[in-house]
């Protein structure tokens, strides 16, 4: 079984040289699959059908997993996140297992 929390993420700072103000204050809900890792970016499902956000890679997380909120600094912007429910999803049952059925 996967677990994944139910996150609403809002952009509160956008860094990129161009368009500073381009998506800021945008809020994103979904799941997170696992905490915000620096170095790699951060994922967010936002549906049942596969669509996600994906960031730049993340640079520091400020605040703990317990705690909310939890502020992300990416390469590009910054986000607040607010962590919800874990939600439980059950793994796929590869091809093997499931011709061996």
Avoid: C, W
């Amino acid at each position: 079984m996967k677990l994944m929390v139910g996150v609403t993420a809002r952009k509160i700072r956008d860094q990129s040289a161009p368009r500073a103000s381009a998506g800021l204050g945008r809020v994103y809900t979904g799941y997170l699959v696992s905490y915000p890792v620096v170095g790699r970016g951060m994922v967010i499902f936002r549906d049942p059908h596969g669509h996600r956000m994906v960031t730049t890679p993340v640079r520091r997380v400020l605040g703990e997993v317990e705690g909310s909120p939890v502020y992300v600094e990416t390469e590009n912007s910054i986000y607040k996140l607010e962590l919800g429910a874990e939600l439980t999803v059950p793994k796929e049952r590869s091809t093997e297992a499931a011709s061996s059925a």
